[in-house]
């Protein structure tokens, strides 16, 4: 039985094989060459990884890029698993819940950044208004802390759901029996939660985290629309350095080195996330 399922999947993986696979050659030749656009390339080995392990604004749009990803798990892994709890298991009202949670995440990318400008502008902007009536100075314009948080709470509000949505499939499917035990046993909420609910909802936090972090690293989209980068590169995540290298630079040899340096980043990062996570828990 098993053959005969890697039998029909193969085709369907032998095709996404090759078309991750070519585009990922024809990125490691780019890498190796002094390459502009219409520019006949050059050869020069590894000095394109060089020159952007060397390069301060590639180190700090890196430094950036993973102080957000830390950010934002930080932020938004524990908040979605707490409003998780805090939804009703069952009820009429569950499901209009659920989809009002889904609705960020129906929202394409390039608006929740447009949606999240028009926000934080200075002259019709909702969030300067709030703030100056609560006495407080706010222009994402020119002060790069207000950039920054405004970047991670649009991230959060977002994403957030999405963690939600994950936890909440997860406790529904933790057998009661469980909870019922605990129950006889005098076990306190703080001993449930620590030693039956975290357990169970392991795998479910693993994949939550994972995804986050995957889609921290690559977030473009929304960052941006909303500042592009500023004030000055105080919000330069990698992806925005990436694509300045090419489409501002043209420089298709240097950006491509940074993108596999990317790459690999997100792959190590990924996979030691995963193996520290699952071996949290195991005796």
Same mark, same amino acid.
């Not at 076990?187 to 889609?215: H, N, Q």
């Not at 473009?220 to 919000?235: H, K, M, N, Q, R």
């Not at 491509?256 to 996570?277: G, P, Q, R």
């Given at each position: =039985?098993?053959?005969?399922? !890697? +039998? #029909? *999947?193969?085709?369907? @993986? $032998?095709?996404?094989?090759?078309?991750?696979?070519?585009?990922?050659?024809?990125?490691?030749?780019?890498?190796?060459?002094?390459?502009?656009?219409?520019?006949?390339?050059?050869?020069?080995?590894?000095?394109?990884?060089?020159?952007?392990?060397?390069?301060?604004?590639?180190?700090?749009?890196?430094?950036?890029?993973?102080?957000?990803?830390?950010?934002?798990?930080?932020?938004?892994?524990?908040?979605?698993?707490?409003?998780?709890?805090?939804?009703?298991?069952?009820?009429? =009202?569950?499901?209009?819940? !659920? +989809? #009002? *949670?889904?609705?960020? @995440? $129906?929202?394409?990318?390039?608006?929740?950044?447009?949606?999240?400008?028009?926000?934080?502008?200075?002259?019709?902007?909702?969030?300067?208004?709030?703030?100056?009536?609560?006495?407080?100075?706010?222009?994402?314009?020119?002060?790069?802390?207000?950039?920054?948080?405004?970047?991670?709470?649009?991230?959060?509000?977002?994403?957030?759901?999405?963690?939600?949505?994950?936890?909440?499939?997860?406790?529904?499917?933790?057998?009661?029996?469980?909870?019922?035990?605990?129950?006889?046993?005098?076990?306190?909420?703080?001993?449930?939660?620590?030693?039956?609910? $975290?357990?169970?909802?392991?795998?479910?936090?693993?994949?939550?985290?994972?995804?986050?972090?995957?889609?921290?690293?690559?977030?473009?989209?929304?960052?941006?629309?909303?500042?592009?980068?500023?004030?000055?590169?105080?919000?330069?995540?990698?992806?925005?350095?990436?694509?300045?290298?090419?489409?501002?630079?043209?420089?298709?040899?240097?950006?491509?080195?940074?993108?596999?340096?990317?790459?690999?980043?997100?792959?190590?990062?990924?996979?030691?996330?995963?193996?520290?996570?699952?071996?949290?828990?195991?005796?």
């Amino acid at each position: =039985m098993k053959n005969k399922v !890697l +039998v #029909l *999947l193969l085709p369907s @993986l $032998l095709l996404m094989s090759i078309s991750a696979f070519v585009p990922l050659m024809t990125v490691l030749n780019y890498s190796l060459h002094v390459l502009f656009s219409g520019s006949i390339p050059k050869y020069i080995g590894l000095e394109n990884y060089v020159n952007a392990l060397k390069d301060p604004a590639f180190l700090s749009s890196m430094g950036k890029q993973f102080l957000f990803c830390l950010e934002i798990l930080l932020i938004e892994i524990p908040m979605g698993l707490a409003l998780a709890l805090l939804l009703p298991k069952r009820g009429i =009202m569950i499901g209009p819940i !659920l +989809v #009002l *949670l889904g609705i960020p @995440l $129906l929202i394409p990318w390039n608006v929740v950044g447009i949606i999240w400008r028009v926000f934080a502008r200075e002259d019709i902007g909702a969030l300067p208004v709030i703030f100056s009536k609560l006495g407080f100075f706010y222009n994402v314009s020119k002060v790069p802390a207000h950039a920054w948080w405004t970047i991670v709470i649009m991230d959060v509000w977002h994403w957030t759901p999405l963690v939600t949505l994950l936890c909440y499939a997860g406790l529904q499917a933790i057998p009661q029996e469980f909870y019922q035990a605990a129950r006889v046993d005098s076990a306190s909420k703080i001993a449930t939660f620590r030693y039956i609910t $975290l357990p169970k909802l392991k795998y479910v936090l693993i994949i939550a985290v994972l995804l986050r972090c995957m889609d921290a690293f690559k977030i473009y989209d929304e960052p941006f629309i909303l500042t592009a980068g500023g004030p000055g590169t105080s919000t330069e995540l990698l992806s925005i350095f990436t694509s300045r290298q090419v489409i501002g630079g043209f420089n298709m040899g240097y950006s491509s080195a940074v993108s596999l340096i990317y790459f690999i980043v997100v792959l190590l990062l990924c996979y030691i996330l995963y193996t520290v996570m699952t071996k949290i828990g195991e005796h």
